[in-house]
Nanobody, 125 residues
């Protein structure tokens, strides 16, 4: 059974940093592109960042580009999201997701096969 478990969320002030982690119980983790999405109350789940199976390709939502960095450690079957210069509008539940592909990481949530339960990030002004 595939499990994705997010951690690292919390409550911070605007301008602070957080690093989210997502540990995957995938024996073939390196076959998967990984993505981070977020969902604020009353809003649709939106793409934040994606990383290819090797880490060689990444993509970001315009709203986080330059502030967030996605990375992965295939030996640890873990993907990370370093979030700097956090803003109140970054407040959301953050989810990681996995999609079996050797191509570029997709930005559409419908393309992902597996999802974690999410971790809350709250940024106060």
């Amino acid at each position: 059974q595939v499990q994705l478990v997010e951690s690292g969320g919390g409550s911070v002030q605007a301008g602070d940093s957080l690093r989210l982690s997502c540990a995957a119980s995938l024996s073939t983790f390196s076959w998967y592109a990984m993505g981070w999405f977020r969902q604020a109350p009353g809003k649709e789940r939106e793409f934040v960042a994606g990383i290819s199976w090797s880490g060689g390709m990444t993509n970001y939502a315009a709203s986080v580009k330059g502030r967030f960095t996605i990375s992965r450690d295939n030996a640890k079957t873990t993907v990370y999201l370093q979030m700097n210069s956090l803003k109140p509008e970054d407040t959301a539940v953050y989810y990681c997701a996995a999609e079996k592909t050797f191509g570029s990481p997709p930005a559409l949530k419908t393309e992902y096969d597996y999802w974690g339960q999410g971790t809350q990030v709250t940024v106060s002004a």
